[in-house]
């Protein structure tokens, strides 16, 4: 079966339906979101914790809240937002290939906003040798045993008795929090940091610490950890949680040629969310793992404008200077420059105390400040449009840099 | 026919059979199927709680021409025989298969004067289609190749090939035929006899006149229950990479290293689930368990990789695991019929017992008969048809019709592999169910994926309780 459709969405989780809520409201026309798990909101709706806004009259917002309210605020707009939805793949420009429950379908829209979020690294990708015993998973598998069995005894028969928790970002403290909650001992947490985030109660964090090997034939019996002394010793457990290590799921970008970009191994946008596929937009942790919810929400309503310019036939793909990094920061969003000037979103590799942020085209200083705090490498900073707005959009790729205060040496 | 799992044995004529095949293994389930095909009543007895627990799940997956086998030994001549046999039931059977061809690229002058002596042998073995190719033509057919490789030796017909599906295929129609299944039952004494043998297991005793012993790496500690000590064998380990799908448009052809003073080097070779898989080392062990990866492996793997195929490090793991192969320190097989005590050996079968395995089973057909069986008419086998884990053919998520008369076979449950909660429902109500999470993915890739459970697992263990009756 084949179907035309004004926008597709891929993903409903915060930044899809965010984008799909304010297309449909502007009369985007057909607005259909496609969502491969049975329930819309995306991963809000495993995170039983405060961090995800507030309501009208101010009370925070947890995960599940915010997820229904995304759902319901983009079917009050008018979009159609479809669960059990596979995209398997693209059979065109603009032209996906879908699976579901009703049928095989190819959806030709006239925009398509990938948005389909990030996954954390499991064990494999990230190269942990030893056994491969079961007892062995994600935050995110995690959190979705809890939501599936509930958070008491069946969890705790499924998930283990004693677990040690890989990661020192807040993430990490969210794993740390629904393992105990369901009277899960959680014997450590093992990061590679040398500073974690705080709020880890009583459980011991080892800082500068590295997961050597898992142990364990069938079940797991301990991770093998060494410290920053070069020593390794036996940590006792019957389950590891490997937290944070992001990455994008960026399949459907790469199928359709987009190149990950090496920082955020997201594709390439402009500070419009266009890719360089005329009519593609991507936006939320697609583009960076990972944000908060709010942030990729608001990447989600972003996109809105660039979308209706495309649909009213203004210029549909990226265009621009390529914008890098350079010293200590990890990534910078978004990929390229063009003429607008736009804010950036820059993501520090390691801790940083009070730091001097550079951005710079073709050597050129264009703007230099110390920003006031510390950067920790799991929050971003967003950079005004103030810092872009000397690029020349006819010149040579844009740095961003950051130098560290002597002070914090 | 029956699978047992669990519980006591069954007792009296019921657990009398004319052939007992110990260990479930590619090459204990193929010569189970053989048998299968006479009028015997065999049983199939594995101390794992799954078929192709062992060697048989982790190894390169590779279905070779045996174009490289020392000629005129038995396993030059069985592995000859096996690639065409599998490759004919693979077809029938549904096991995904990819004939690629292989390249043996020389990377220095001592590889590429090895060249002409890989054709030669190759000859020798009966394979008259290998070819040179120059470092131009290589580079057209493998344009991702790292710098500095200076020729190939094209190999047609050397296949990849799922090992999961073709040990399944042959427990699954055996089974079917009338062989009894026993798994999770450990043989711990043999007492020999005459007509009886009695194996005593933890589940109970069985009674048999003939006994093949196809135990593996645990080969010759079977044998030693019959107070046979032939051989040795020593666990050599093998660990791999699997890359992202991402990586399969960077190389066309199963990278074969040319063997040399320096080792065997590493190959690099596309999986038939759309993978890249890198490796094995190759780490003579004592512990027959060790099938854990190292940190040294990994990364002594990930620079030869690298330098075979340097994109290949751009791209993200997506599973890491060691197999161990039964080596015995000879170049060939060690199969040995013992007449006078009915009872075959087939042990030494190293990294070609996949390609062999069907070859094998004939040729312990013989060896029993040597031992004096008479397997009685040949009848046709019960026919088998696996569900195709290959991504090179037809895959249910993309089948209209499937899906029109069964919707479950368009709801996604594993989103990295595209696994459907059809073929999850049907995997455990197949003729041999998964036992666990990991029998899960070797029956359908669930789980298999980047993401490695991050975003199905729960779903998938909720699954297979529903399935499963809480299997796990």
Known sequence: MSRVVDVLVVGAGPAGLAAAARLAAAGAGRVEVLERERTAGGVPRHCGHPGFGADHRGRPLDGPAFARRAVRAALRGGAVVRTGVSATGWAGPLTLDVTAPTGLERIRAHAVVLATGARERPRSARLVPGSRPAGVLTTGELQQTVRLFGPSGALRGRVGRRAVVVGGEPVTRHAVRTLRAAGVEVAAVVTELPRAATGFGAVPVLTRTVVAELLGRGRLTGVAVRGRDGRTSVLRCDTVVFTGDWIPDHELARARGLAPAPGTRGPVTDGAHRTVEPGVFAVGNLLHGVEPAPVAAAEGRAVAAAVLDLLAGLPAHATGVPVVTAGPVRWVTPGLLGPAAVPLLVRPDRRLVRPVLTVAQEGVPLRRERLRGELVPWRSVRLGPEWTSGVDPAGGPVVIGAEECPETA | ?472
């Open chain 2, 1 to 472: 026919m029956s699978v047992t799992r669990s519980g006591p044995l069954p007792t009296g004529r019921e657990a009398e059979y004319d052939v007992v095949v110990v260990g479930a293994g590619v090459v204990g389930c193929a010569i189970a199927r053989a048998l299968a095909r006479h009028p015997l009543r065999v049983a199939l007895v594995e101390a794992a709680n799954d078929v192709g627990d062992g060697t048989s799940k982790a190894n390169t997956a590779i279905l070779h021409t045996g174009f490289d086998a020392a000629p005129g030994t038995l396993e030059a001549r069985l592995v000859r025989e096996g690639h065409r046999l599998l490759g004919a039931f693979a077809g029938e059977a549904g096991i995904p298969v990819e004939p690629l061809g292989a390249l043996l690229v020389a990377w220095d002058e001592q590889q590429l004067a090895t060249l002409p002596r890989l054709v030669e042998k190759a000859e020798r073995n009966g394979h008259h289609t290998t070819r040179m190719l120059s470092a131009d033509e290589l580079r057209s057919r493998e344009p991702h190749l790292g710098p500095g490789a200076l020729a190939a030796l094209a190999v047609p017909g050397e296949s990849v090939v799922c090992p999961w599906t073709t040990t399944l295929a042959y427990a699954t129609q055996a089974v079917r035929s009338g062989v009894d299944l026993h798994l999770g039952c450990r043989v711990e004494k043999v007492r020999t006899g005459d007509p009886w043998h009695r194996l005593v297991t933890r589940r109970g005793e069985l009674r048999t006149r003939h006994l093949v012993n196809a135990c593996g790496l645990h080969a010759d500690a079977f044998d030693a229950l019959l107070d046979r000590r032939d051989f040795t064998v020593t666990p050599r380990r093998g660990q791999l990479l699997v890359f992202d799908k991402f990586a399969r448009d960077l190389v066309r052809h199963i990278l074969l290293p040319v063997p040399g003073p320096l080792g065997k080097g590493v190959l690099v070779s596309p999986t038939v689930y759309g993978n890249v898989m890198l490796g094995p080392t190759a780490e003579d062990l004592d512990d027959k368990t060790a099938t854990g990866t190292t940190a040294e492996g990994l990364a002594d793997l990930r620079e030869q990789g690298g330098r075979i195929l340097p994109a290949l490090l751009d791209e993200e793991v997506t599973a890491v695991y060691a197999g161990l192969r039964a080596a015995t320190g000879q170049e060939d097989y060690r199969c040995a019929a013992h007449p006078s005590l009915r009872y075959v050996t087939v042990g030494g079968i190293r990294s070609t017992g996949l390609t062999a395995s069907l070859a094998l089973a004939e040729h312990v057909l013989g060896l029993l008969a040597d031992c004096g069986l008479e397997p009685g008419p040949e009848r046709p086998l019960a026919p088998v048809r696996m569900p195709n884990l290959g991504e090179a053919f037809p895959r249910p998520y993309r089948d209209a019709e499937l899906i029109a008369t069964d919707p479950e076979f368009g709801s996604i449950v594993c989103h990295c592999e595209r696994v459907t909660r059809g073929e999850i429902r049907d995997a455990y109500a197949s003729t041999i169910p998964p036992a666990g999470p990991d029998g899960l993915r070797r029956r359908t890739r669930a789980r298999g994926g980047r993401c490695q459970g991050h975003f199905c697992g729960a779903e998938l263990r909720a699954l297979s309780e529903e399935y499963g009756r809480g299997a796990r």
